[in-house]
């Protein structure tokens, strides 16, 4: 395998309730569902997403080999992606109604980003390339 035979990355979260989840990132986040599959109590067991090229895919926690099962939630990683527009997709959420947990602001990496927390508290950031990096004094950019 070559470097450039990996085409994309997926997040693949672990949540308690994937139909929340598939909820709040349909109607507040406008992401479409590229597939779903329930489990024998008709709920979601998992959900793929998709907001243009960028997709997601959330499950119902899986029992390990040893019984355990994984907690969900907790904020083990937060989610970055890219948008054509940031000002207008930001005006289109606030539209919405949807509560932006972090305003537009031009980051010092040359982001311009806003972030919406999902009902599980991961931290999804929107962002677009802006302008160069200009590292506050005692960062060093490598």
Do not use: C
Request: avoid cysteine.
């Amino acid at each position: 395998m070559t470097n450039e035979s990996v085409r994309a990355a997926m997040p693949f979260i672990t949540v308690d309730s994937v139909d929340n989840v598939h909820n709040f990132y349909t109607s507040e986040l406008g992401f479409t569902r590229v597939m779903g599959v329930a489990g024998q109590d008709g709920q979601l067991n998992m959900v793929t997403l998709a907001l243009g090229g960028a997709r997601i895919m959330f499950a119902r926690p899986r029992g390990k080999i040893d019984g355990t099962q994984p907690s969900a939630g907790k904020r083990p990683v937060d989610i970055y992606l890219e948008v054509a527009d940031v000002d207008a997709y930001h005006a289109q959420l606030k539209k919405r109604s949807v509560n932006i947990s972090d305003p537009l602001t031009l980051q010092w990496w040359g982001d311009k980003t806003f972030k919406v927390t999902d009902p599980y508290g991961y931290e999804i950031w929107f962002y677009q390339k802006i302008g160069e990096p200009k590292p506050p004094q005692g960062i060093k950019i490598v």
